[in-house]
């Protein structure tokens, strides 16, 4: 949390002082001086980045001993009550928060005391500058003839001569909720019972009172509509077919709402890597298939599309479909029917990635609709960039190789290496955080400027 505020200290001078100050260096030569004002600024903008490294470090050290404390004492925690309720997968999560807080804290400073991260603040600039100049060229490229007064409008829309660069969007977070009084006909029993008889999910396991392995459990949020529920509450649930006298009703969450934010919070601090700035409008949906609690891989496109994620396909609009691209919608779900994976997404059109797969091939093809799935799982240093990994997929991005790349994947089939030498390059230049690279902003921006209409493109959400 104390990283994001040093994350959004760093990003206002950005938006407010440092786009300024590229503007400035980017003006005409005065020849009478020898480009005397483009020097000038070009010294300004040094300057800026150095007092930028100085904030923003000074804060991260700060917050570094915070996460440390932090991580200590909720390790104990764990543990304490793990002890108590001989919850072993609690013990052990506890004993790992302990011993990763201290090996985080002393690889987080490394960079720092190197001087990488003063390397990194300039890499980082430069990357945004090219970004823009790549978005502004972009756009000139595909609108400067045809319509300059709609492309004034898009610089404008877009912060692009200052104020913060980035569509914004507004994007949609649903958490997954399931009624144990769900019933899809009138006076039938729940849908639920029917789920779980059938055996398309196993609902002591999605409650998380019978986890299947420990290590990679859920972490749901069970809500009785009258206090706990317990193990046995759902067994005579169950039992009663869910309509028996006496029987306790609940709603059952994928996750917690602080847990699904601090994937929201991620995606916030990355997407602007991307030139995406996101609102999001958070809500709860409720499940009317078992399919949307438990997704099949390979049926997720048409999961979209029914009720309550609602989302358009090609075939039915293309006109809303191609709206969806610039309203992002993230799911918090469970998992999949195959049993393995953080998430899954859909994407609208064919796109080309910049690693090939195993075939050779670069073609990342579109499903015709645009939506995002990601499951829960700690601990949250390996797991909190399931949601704006999805999101990049949505806008055009396919898997890399490397750990500290957000698309980074180590699913079985993607053949992904763990190593590149480009993440060992971002450790020392910006510690453990995974991130986005220059490329893949490029190739978000490729993506939006061929799909997205220009009428949205001229339109500043908010
Ligand atoms: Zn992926």
Redesign the pocket.
């Known amino acids: 949390m104390s990283h994001t505020v040093c994350h959004d200290v760093g990003q206002w001078i950005t938006d407010n002082v440092s786009q300024q100050v590229e503007r400035c260096v980017e003006q005409d030569c005065n020849w009478w001086c020898l480009c005397c004002n483009k020097w000038f600024c070009f010294l300004v903008w040094v300057v800026v980045q150095v007092a930028k490294w100085v904030v923003t470090t000074v804060c991260e050290i700060v917050a570094d001993v915070v996460d440390l404390v932090v991580n200590v004492v909720t390790g104990l925690i764990d543990i304490v009550v793990g002890i108590f309720t001989l919850d072993w997968s609690r013990i052990v999560a506890g004993f790992g928060e302990i011993i990763g807080g201290v090996v985080l804290f002393v690889v987080d400073l490394i960079p720092i005391l190197i001087g990488g991260t003063l390397v990194g603040t300039f890499i980082d600039a430069a990357d945004g500058w090219s970004l823009r100049s790549y978005v502004r060229g972009l756009l000139q490229d595909k609108y400067g003839k045809s319509d300059p007064e709609g492309l004034k409008r898009m610089f404008d829309a877009l912060g692009l001569d200052g104020g913060g660069f980035g569509l914004r969007v507004d994007a949609r977070a649903m958490r997954s909720q399931i009624r144990s009084d769900r019933s899809s006909r009138p006076g039938a029993p729940p849908d639920l019972v029917g789920w779980h008889n059938t055996g398309a999910i196993d609902l002591k396991v999605l409650a998380g009172v019978n986890p299947t392995v420990w290590w990679s459990r859920f972490w749901p949020e069970l809500v009785g509509d009258n206090g706990s529920i317990s193990e046995s509450d759902i067994d005579a649930y169950l039992a009663s077919g869910g309509t028996g006298a006496g029987i306790k009703h609940f709603s059952l969450f994928a996750m917690s709402q602080g847990d699904l934010d601090s994937r929201l919070d991620c995606a916030d601090t990355h997407s602007r890597e991307l030139g995406l700035i996101f609102r999001w409008e958070k809500v709860d949906g409720l499940l009317t298939r078992s399919d949307q609690a438990v997704v099949n891989r390979s049926t997720f496109a048409s999961v979209l599309t029914s009720t309550p994620f609602n989302r358009t396909n090609t075939a039915t609009n293309a006109q809303t479909a191609i709206d969806e691209v610039t309203m992002p919608l993230v799911i918090g779900g469970w998992g999949y029917s195959d049993g393995t994976g953080m ?3 859909a994407h609208l059109a064919n796109c080309t990635c910049l690693e090939a797969d195993d075939s050779g091939s670069t073609l990342f093809p579109g499903e015709g609709i645009t939506g995002t799935h990601f499951r829960y799982r700690k601990p949250d240093l390996a797991f909190k960039y399931t949601a704006i ?2 999101i ?2 949505t806008f055009g991005l396919c ?1 890399v190789s490397g750990l500290l790349r957000i ?1 980074f ?1 180590n ?1 079985a089939g ?1 053949n992904k290496s763990i190593w590149s030498w480009s993440s060992f390059g971002q450790y020392l230049t910006t510690g453990v955080e995974a991130g986005f690279v220059l490329d893949e902003g490029k190739k978000v921006w490729d993506y939006i400027v061929a799909n997205v209409d220009s009428t949205r493109l001229q339109t500043r959400a908010f």
């Open positions: 998430g899954i997404s990994h999805e990049g997929h898997h698309m994947t699913a993607a």
